[in-house]
Protein backbone atom coordinates (compact mmCIF):
# COMPACT_ATOMS: atom_id res chain seq x y z
CA UNK A 1 0.00 0.00 0.00
CA UNK A 2 0.99 3.71 -0.28
CA UNK A 3 2.96 4.91 2.16
CA UNK A 4 4.71 8.22 2.36
CA UNK A 5 6.83 8.91 6.13
CA UNK A 6 7.91 12.39 7.07
CA UNK A 7 10.95 12.95 9.40
CA UNK A 8 13.27 15.51 10.54
CA UNK A 9 10.63 17.72 12.30
CA UNK A 10 11.80 19.71 15.80
CA UNK A 11 12.04 22.48 17.95
CA UNK A 12 14.01 25.52 16.66
CA UNK A 13 14.76 29.30 16.99
CA UNK A 14 14.05 31.95 14.83
CA UNK A 15 16.77 32.27 12.18
CA UNK A 16 17.57 28.66 12.26
CA UNK A 17 17.37 25.81 9.75
CA UNK A 18 15.40 22.05 9.75
CA UNK A 19 15.71 19.42 6.91
CA UNK A 20 12.51 17.58 6.31
CA UNK A 21 12.40 14.09 4.76
CA UNK A 22 9.76 11.83 3.29
CA UNK A 23 10.18 8.43 2.15
CA UNK A 24 7.71 7.16 -0.14
CA UNK A 25 6.68 3.57 -1.69
CA UNK A 26 3.72 1.80 -2.74
CA UNK A 27 3.33 3.80 -6.34
CA UNK A 28 6.21 5.17 -8.89
CA UNK A 29 7.47 7.58 -7.15
CA UNK A 30 9.68 9.17 -10.79
CA UNK A 31 5.53 9.76 -11.83
CA UNK A 32 4.10 11.94 -9.30
CA UNK A 33 4.34 15.40 -8.49
CA UNK A 34 5.58 15.78 -4.56
CA UNK A 35 4.38 18.12 -2.15
CA UNK A 36 5.01 19.55 1.22
CA UNK A 37 1.54 20.95 2.70
CA UNK A 38 2.02 22.66 6.24
CA UNK A 39 -1.02 22.83 9.36
CA UNK A 40 -0.98 25.96 11.37
CA UNK A 41 -3.41 26.74 14.05
CA UNK A 42 -3.94 30.10 13.03
CA UNK A 43 -3.71 29.44 8.45
CA UNK A 44 -5.29 26.17 8.57
CA UNK A 45 -4.10 23.84 5.87
CA UNK A 46 -1.18 25.92 3.62
CA UNK A 47 0.07 24.31 0.39
CA UNK A 48 3.86 24.89 1.08
CA UNK A 49 6.19 23.83 -2.28
CA UNK A 50 5.79 21.35 -4.83
CA UNK A 51 8.03 19.53 -7.57
CA UNK A 52 7.34 17.92 -10.53
CA UNK A 53 8.29 13.96 -11.29
CA UNK A 54 11.58 14.73 -12.73
CA UNK A 55 12.93 17.28 -10.31
CA UNK A 56 13.50 20.19 -12.60
CA UNK A 57 10.13 22.17 -11.74
CA UNK A 58 9.77 23.89 -8.75
CA UNK A 59 7.02 26.22 -6.91
CA UNK A 60 7.10 27.74 -3.59
CA UNK A 61 4.06 29.52 -2.08
CA UNK A 62 5.08 33.42 -1.88
CA UNK A 63 6.26 33.82 2.10
CA UNK A 64 9.01 30.83 1.78
CA UNK A 65 11.11 31.90 -1.21
CA UNK A 66 14.27 32.33 -1.29
CA UNK A 67 14.24 30.09 2.33
CA UNK A 68 13.04 27.05 1.56
CA UNK A 69 14.22 24.50 -1.20
CA UNK A 70 12.31 21.18 -2.42
CA UNK A 71 14.02 18.35 -3.73
CA UNK A 72 13.86 14.74 -4.24
CA UNK A 73 15.61 11.78 -5.01
CA UNK A 74 14.15 9.44 -7.24
CA UNK A 75 16.69 6.74 -6.44
CA UNK A 76 15.49 6.65 -3.11
CA UNK A 77 11.96 7.22 -3.48
CA UNK A 78 12.59 10.68 -1.68
CA UNK A 79 11.69 13.67 -0.95
CA UNK A 80 13.13 16.76 1.07
CA UNK A 81 12.64 20.64 2.32
CA UNK A 82 15.35 22.62 3.33
CA UNK A 83 13.83 25.41 5.78
CA UNK A 84 16.20 28.12 5.89
CA UNK A 85 15.83 31.52 8.39
CA UNK A 86 12.78 29.68 10.07
CA UNK A 87 10.20 32.10 11.63
CA UNK A 88 7.71 31.85 14.04
CA UNK A 89 4.85 31.92 11.12
CA UNK A 90 6.46 28.89 10.06
CA UNK A 91 5.59 26.61 12.65
CA UNK A 92 3.30 23.91 11.90
CA UNK A 93 2.66 20.17 11.15
CA UNK A 94 4.51 19.27 7.73
CA UNK A 95 2.72 17.39 5.17
CA UNK A 96 4.45 15.32 2.52
CA UNK A 97 1.75 14.79 -0.59
CA UNK A 98 1.87 13.04 -3.85
CA UNK A 99 -0.72 13.15 -7.27
CA UNK A 100 0.07 12.51 -10.39
CA UNK A 101 -1.08 16.33 -11.44
CA UNK A 102 -0.04 19.54 -10.50
CA UNK A 103 -2.63 20.53 -7.78
CA UNK A 104 -2.96 22.71 -4.65
CA UNK A 105 -5.19 20.40 -2.65
CA UNK A 106 -7.20 16.93 -2.49
CA UNK A 107 -3.95 15.29 -3.47
CA UNK A 108 -3.91 11.77 -3.86
CA UNK A 109 -2.10 10.55 -1.00
CA UNK A 110 -0.48 12.17 2.18
CA UNK A 111 1.91 11.37 5.01
CA UNK A 112 1.48 11.65 8.30
CA UNK A 113 3.03 14.91 9.24
CA UNK A 114 6.02 15.90 11.48
CA UNK A 115 6.05 18.78 14.05
CA UNK A 116 8.41 21.80 12.63
CA UNK A 117 7.96 24.09 15.99
CA UNK A 118 9.93 27.75 15.79
CA UNK A 119 10.29 29.43 18.74
CA UNK A 120 12.87 31.02 21.31
Known amino acids: QVQLVESGGGLVQPGGSLRLSCAASGFTFSTHWMYWVRQTPEKGLEWVSGINGGGGSTYYRDSVKGRFTISRDNTKNALYLQMNDLKSDDTGVYYC?????????????WGQGTQVTVSS
Open 97 to 109: AADEYYRHDEFDY
